[in-house]
């Protein structure tokens, strides 16, 4: 086995990872980053649904029992498969108690003390407030069905270049026009021009302790069916960050229990999936002609669901402090692309199971009359995974992109109440004088889902509930930080991409602190990386 050395090791090239990386190359330190998924750029993002084209290589679904999750196997992690929805949390989220009847946040952070760190990846991230003219068709039509019900209307806080961007809906599977914001753009290439090394197709599988110390040990991924192994190896670093996901790294961590000894008990429980569930209307062109007052031209009242881009309008009338917790929820209009959320959607007034048979087919001859709203509730952390797989974060079914996963998720009552209500607050909208009809996405298939996985390594106070104190350290294992979604505490009832990010960003100092008492060189005064060069991928993905 070859084994190597770094002073640092970054697990995961998502917001977590990436952040780290170039703030500790651009201090001075030796860093090397391991992602389990390809290297792709722009040119590389195709518009097709194809077995081996870019969208089934850069994302990783994996079914639970209960819950399934969806998210980026790629360099750039989430970053490229997200919509690039990028509000912050609201205030109440940092004060929420959930499950354990206790703050879950640490004490050392609120909104106001995460505001500088919110700023810092706002710009890098050139996060900007759309204005009404940015909108899509879609999102206006969700919009003047808030008004029509009473309701407010917002556009959502995005890093979008407009300029660039040509609403061609695809910026789930990689924006091929770099319209998008995603860490391919400023910290990846910030980082590699610092020194960093980052290495694709590397997936970790477990971490043992060294002298001085940490050994990493990894398995090389064939480029094209990631169920094949093609080699491995290992690589020494004094400090290690975790940032895989929150669907791997706490696997990651229970896989390395027979090395580093006994992990927190909070690793690998109090899983949230951001409280996520999505309703598809099937829309009335009719009534939103005549009720609505809208037209696109050509006899069009609207059959514009595939154009324009990601959640671009959101109601936030339940995003209030002053409600119970499990009350508060945002809805968003959201463009799922054909694939998983066409098989997922129930038809209207069926009889169960409604997501397929004749009026299932009669409603996918109507699909651009759909419009999808996308609601993140508060759940209660109910997650926990099981053993590890012997590889991975799954079993893997296919050559890419599906796996079966050990997550268990039995909803709680407060979650169930969530969802029904943020389901009856959609009817509510856009049924109103038969504008359309709403059914949520089945949860018979693959149980609930997310895009948006949390919590699953959490910080805190209470070492009983956090996996991890508030510099992101893990408790019992000094050098070992975990920056990805699995350390924030709960679900956010919005977006949590930017949250992530900051948190990454706060947990920065600290572990250039923790390297400095390590023994290496390495400083913090790099700026945010904006308007950086673009770096290309190496010409072959595998090492």
């Known amino acids: 086995m070859t084994v190597e050395s770094t002073d640092v090791l970054v697990v995961g090239s998502g917001f977590g990872g990436a952040i780290a990386a170039y703030y500790l190359a651009a201090g001075g330190a030796r860093v090397t980053v391991l992602e389990r998924g390809p290297w792709l ?31 980026g196997n790629c360099v750039g992690g989430g970053s490229v498969v997200y919509f690039a929805a990028l509000p912050r949390a ?31 990846i ?25 008004t029509h019900a009473g309701r407010t209307a917002n556009p ?53 302790r060294t002298d001085d110390g940490y050994r990493v040990h990894y398995t090389n991924i064939d480029d094209e069916d990631y169920r094949v192994h093609t080699g491995g190896g290992a690589i020494d670093a004094k400090l290690v960050v975790l940032a895989a996901g929150a669907g791997a790294t706490p696997l990651i961590l229970k896989r390395s229990e027979g090395s580093l000894g006994p992990m927190p008990h909070a690793v690998g429980r109090y899983f949230s999936g951001n409280g996520e569930r999505l309703n598809t209307a099937v829309l009335n062109e009719d009534r939103v002609r005549d009720v609505l007052g809208l037209d696109r031209g050509n006899g069009l009242a609207y059959e514009a669901n595939q ?20 009350s508060r929820f945002s ?22 199971p409604a997501w397929f048979g004749p009026a299932k087919k009669e409603m996918l001859d109507r699909w651009k009359s759909w419009l999808i709203i996308f609601q993140m509730v508060e759940d209660d952390n109910e997650g926990v995974f ?53 059914t949520p996405w089945t949860n018979d298939l693959v149980g609930a889902y997310t895009v948006h996985p949390l919590s699953s390594c959490r910080i805190g106070d209470d070492p009983a509930t956090s ?25 956010l009832t919005v977006n949590p991409a930017l949250t992530i990010g900051a948190l990454a960003e706060r947990a920065v100092p600290g572990i250039v602190q923790a390297a400095r008492e390590r023994g290496i060189e390495v400083s913090y005064d790099a700026a945010v990386p904006v308007n950086v060069p673009s770096t290309s991928p190496p010409l072959r993905d595998a090492v």
């Open 156 to 208: 959502v806080p995005v890093g979008v270049d407009q300029t660039k961007c040509t609403n061609c809906n695809w910026m789930m599977a990689g924006c091929r026009f770099d319209a998008k914001q995603s860490l391919l753009l400023n910290y990846i290439p910030a980082a590699v021009s610092h020194g960093a090394e980052i290495r694709p197709l590397h997936e970790v599988q477990h971490i043992e």
């Open 90 to 120: 609201p205030r109440y989220a940092f004060e929420r108690r959930g499950s354990i009847g206790r703050r879950m946040w640490p004490a050392s952070i609120t909104r106001e003390t995460l505001d500088p760190w919110y700023d810092r």
């Open 331 to 352: 809805l968003e209009q959201l463009y799922f692309p054909p694939g998983l959320g066409t098989i997922l959607a129930q038809a209207p007034g069926a009889d169960a």
């Open 41 to 71: 750029s722009g040119q590389d993002f195709e518009h097709d649904f194809l077995l081996g084209s870019s969208y089934t290589r850069v994302f990783d679904f994996v079914a639970g029992d209960g819950m399934s999750v969806l998210s």
């Open 122 to 146: 706002s710009e890098a991230m050139s996060v900007e407030q759309q204005s009404w003219d940015d909108v899509s068709y879609a999102g206006g039509l969700w919009a003047a069905a808030c």
């Open 307 to 326: 154009i324009g881009k990601g959640p671009v309008v959101a109601n936030w009338d339940r995003v209030d402090g002053s409600l119970p917790e499990h």
């Open 386 to 438: 099981g053993p590890p797989p012997p590889t991975g974060n799954a079993m893997r079914i296919s050559q890419q992109m599906l796996g079966r996963g050990v997550l268990q998720y039995a909803p709680t009552a407060n979650t169930l109440r969530a969802w029904a209500e943020a389901d009856a607050e959609v009817k509510d909208i856009l049924e109103r004088d038969g504008l359309a009809e709403v």
């Open 467 to 491: 996996a991890l104190d508030d510099r992101h350290e893990l408790r019992g294992h000094p050098g070992i930080f975990v920056t990805d979604g699995s350390a924030v505490p709960g679900a």
